[in-house]
């Protein structure tokens, strides 16, 4: 069998700017498993995972244009994750899921109130603060801590495919967001 051949990220953005309805079948065909994966890793559910795909492709027929993304692929994740945690959150309260609720648990450290803070951070400042604390951090690790904390990724699924022990990669993680905590005490960040 051959590989697949996808159109380019350009020529499908060019197609939802024509309003083209091609552009959601190339669009699906490209970057399906991809969006899968993050929402199955939020949601941990078949069917409302086919949901939260259908909603991601009608945002994306409906924000381009305006929107003229420079990473389909990026864009794309984003609005999938937005919709996946979406329906965690309204399925939480049904006490439905649970695989979303150690992803937040991990990170709760990283994000508490700093002391003598009174207004949180706005979203823009926290953005490039998490940019500027990622670029910091070997290839290794912050591909590590993208997978894990904005992927979903399981640790067990990690460890397997990078090589390295449950624990030795529980013990990393537990340090990048130790670190990321520093980080952003450092910088003044309050979320």
Known sequence: MGKESYMDDKQIIELFWSRSENALNETRQKYNPYL??????????NEDCEECLNDTYLAAWNQIPPDRPTSLSAY???IVRCISIDYFRKSRAQKRYSGLTMLLS???ECMSEIPDMTVASSDNEIGEALNCWLRSLDTEKRVLFVRRYWHGQPLNTLAKEFGIS???LASMM??????????????????
Not at 36 to 45: E, Y
Not at 174 to 191: A, P, T
């Open 166 to 168: 449950y624990s030795k």
């Open 76 to 78: 794309l994740g984003r």
């Open 36 to 45: 899968k994966t993050i929402a199955m890793n939020v949601l941990g559910n």
């Open 106 to 108: 991990e990170l709760e």
């Open 174 to 191: 537990l340090r990048l967001r130790n670190n990321l905590h520093d980080y952003l005490e450092k910088e003044g960040i309050s979320i």
